[in-house]
C-alpha cells in the first residue's frame, strides 16, 4: 500500500477532530468522507438517470395543474386502497 504525508491547516485538523470525536485518528475521518462523498456521487448519478428516463418516457403524466394532479393522486390512492386493502372491509 502506498502512502504519501498530508499537511493539513490546524484549523481543519481541529475541525476534523471536531467532527468525530469517537474516532480520534484523522485519516479515517478522511477516508470516510471520501466514501460518503463517493456514495453521494453515485447516488446523484443514479438519480440523475432517472430523470432522464421519465423525460424520455414523457414524464410522470399526472395533470398540468394542480387540481389534475389532485384528482390523479386521489384516483391512485383509490386504485391501491381496492388492490391491496378493500377486501378487509367487505
Known sequence: ?????????TTLYEQIQALSPTEPDPIKVISQLVMRAYQQRAWLQDLEALRQQIRQDG???I?????????KLRQTRYEIFEAEYAHLYR
Open 59 to 61: 414524464g410522470l403524466k
Open 1 to 9: 500500500m502506498k502512502t504519501m504525508t498530508l499537511e493539513l491547516p
Open 63 to 71: 395533470g398540468r395543474d394542480k387540481q389534475q394532479i389532485v384528482e
